[in-house]
T-cell receptor, first 115, second 109 residues
Framework: DAGITQSPRHKVTETGTPVTLRCHQT?????MYWYRQDPGHGLRLIHY???????DKGEVSDGYSVSRSKTEDFLLTLESATSSQTSVYFC??????????????FGAGTRLSVL | GQSLEQPSEVTAVEGAIVQINCTYQ??????LSWYQQHDGGAPTFLSY????GLEETGRFSSFLSRSDSYGYLLLQELQMKDSASYFC??????????FGSGTRLLVRP
């Protein structure tokens, strides 16, 4: 299994509070991604990174920000959590993105509940 | 935006063969991937097609027809452990994958 660790694995928070999810990899892969997964929607990309301090938005980026200050860590922050952000969040890494074979390896996920 | 279409649910019998179809949009298409996800688990990579034709990996095969903007995942000799959700994902011109909403496969004894 790819060395990807997401923390925390579960979190319950209140509306309006900031929340930060962490993705840590030991594979030294260049590309990192944050997805959310909701019933009926599959995996939707929030933000992604193609290098240290290089990030870009995905299709559902509103209300989220990211930071990548070193290769191994990619942080996802919910600035002010809302109930609509209750979801399962997955981090993924890839070394082959951009080579016409973007194989992604996923972390175990973080289940976030916003009350 | 780009979207992929796949059936929401498929049911098959243990030992049988099942095909899960996926249609995609052609703009910025580089390749089609397939991922498996068991309930409560993380998605795992199964197969990738960049060119037309069939790719075989054990009991699983994936097919692509670029002219039809269509692909499928073929699962042979179905086992109970194959019960899971299967996602097709389109690789575009950036470093991103666009995932379909998934097909839930139920394998019955």
């Amino acid at each position: 299994d790819a060395g990807i660790t997401q923390s925390p694995r579960h979190k319950v928070t209140e509306t309006g509070t900031p929340v930060t999810l962490r993705c840590h990899q030991t594979e030294n892969h260049r590309y990192m991604y944050w997805y959310r997964q909701d019933p009926g929607h599959g995996l939707r990309l929030i933000h992604y990174s193609y290098g240290v301090k290089d990030t870009d938005k995905g299709e559902v980026s509103d209300g989220y920000s990211v930071s990548r200050s070193k290769t191994e860590d990619f942080l996802l922050t919910l600035e002010s959590a809302t109930s609509s952000q209750t979801s399962v969040y997955f981090c993924a890494i890839s070394e082959t993105a951009g080579t016409n074979q973007n194989i992604q390896y996923f972390g175990a996920g973080t289940r976030l509940s916003v009350l | 935006g780009q979207s992929l279409e796949q059936p929401s649910e498929v049911t098959a019998v243990e030992g049988a063969i099942v095909q899960i179809n996926c249609t995609y949009q052609t703009s910025g298409f580089y390749g089609l991937s397939w991922y498996q996800q068991h309930d409560g688990g993380a998605p795992t990579f199964l197969s990738y097609n960049a060119l037309d034709g069939l790719e075989e990996t054990g009991r699983f095969s994936s097919f692509l027809s670029r002219s039809d903007s269509y692909g499928y995942l073929l699962l042979q000799e179905l086992q109970m452990k194959d019960s899971a959700s299967y996602f097709c994902a389109q690789e575009g011109s950036s470093y991103k994958l666009i995932f379909g909403s998934g097909t839930r496969l139920l394998v019955r004894p």
